[in-house]
């Protein structure tokens, strides 16, 4: 079993930045793929960032130069910089993992065998 536990939403105006975390447990190591979605109410779920397990990313257009995606896999945690934030970006963000990766899937969230319960992300204009 995998366990997924986000951190890091707040509030904050348009043009900040926030840092997400997900630190995850159980059966999981740098093999498998990461990511990040999000889901604003009344919208669906969009991928927003994802790294394979040769930390090459694929990151959404729509944040493409504002986020950043790592991992550190000594302390198996996934980040999501995000910086210049817009009130369009204001959405539940959720931490998922999968054991095959294929880097052209990396933000088909429809792949991923395990959730973390969300944390949310305000931004203010």
């Known amino acids: 079993q995998v366990r997924l536990v986000e951190s890091g939403g707040g509030s904050v105006q348009a043009g900040g930045s926030l840092r997400l975390s997900c630190a995850a447990s159980?059966?999981?190591?740098?093999?498998?793929?990461m990511g990040w979605f999000r889901q604003a109410p009344g919208k669906e779920r969009e991928g927003v960032a994802a790294?394979?397990?040769?930390?090459?990313?694929s990151v959404a257009d729509s944040v493409k130069g504002r986020f950043t995606i790592s991992r550190d896999s000594a302390k198996n945690t996934l980040y999501l910089q995000m910086n210049d934030l817009k009130p369009e970006d204001t959405a539940m963000y959720y931490c998922?993992?999968?054991?095959?990766?294929?880097?052209?899937?990396?933000?088909?969230?429809?792949?991923?065998?395990?959730w973390g319960q969300g944390t949310q992300v305000t931004v203010s204009s």
């Open positions: 998922a993992a999968k054991m095959t990766c294929s880097w052209w899937r990396l933000l088909v969230g429809s792949d991923y065998n395990y």
């Open positions: 159980g059966t999981i190591d740098s093999t498998y793929c």
């Open positions: 790294i394979d397990s040769d930390n090459s990313p």
